[in-house]
């Protein structure tokens, strides 16, 4: 069963921190690399961080490297995304998902969680 339960984004002042969080079903988490993606209004989804099955890798996004940081917890299967240094520009809805490369995304999708960053 595919299941994607994002939550932990709000309303922040640029400059401020969010921690998101998503809980994925077993059938998703194990055994797979993790992204989470965002999609920006008028903008197409697109792909913030990665982590590897095992976490000890990860990549970003240019855009996000150095103010984002990608972590997961298998006993909980959940993906984190620890966000600093908040700008405009990271508003979003974000979402979780499997990885599968860089140019080809999951076909199912959870609700996400809306982020948004005053000026």
């Known amino acids: 069963q595919v299941h994607l339960v994002e939550s932990g984004g709000g309303l922040v002042q640029a400059g401020g921190s969010l921690r998101l969080s998503c809980v994925a079903s077993k059938t998703i988490f194990s055994l797979n690399a993790m992204g989470w993606y965002r999609q920006a209004p008028g903008k197409q989804r697109e792909l913030v961080a990665t982590?590897?099955?095992?976490?000890?890798?990860?990549n970003y996004a240019d855009s996000v490297k150095g103010r984002f940081t990608i972590s997961r917890d298998g006993a909980k299967n959940t993906v984190y995304l620890q966000m600093d240094s908040l700008n405009p520009e990271d508003t979003a809805v974000y979402y979780c998902?499997?990885?599968?490369?860089?140019?080809?995304?999951?076909?199912?999708w959870g609700q996400g969680t809306q982020v948004t960053v005053s000026s």
């Open positions: 982590i590897t099955n095992g976490g000890l890798s990860t």
């Open positions: 998902n499997r990885y599968f490369s860089d140019t080809v995304y999951p076909d199912y």
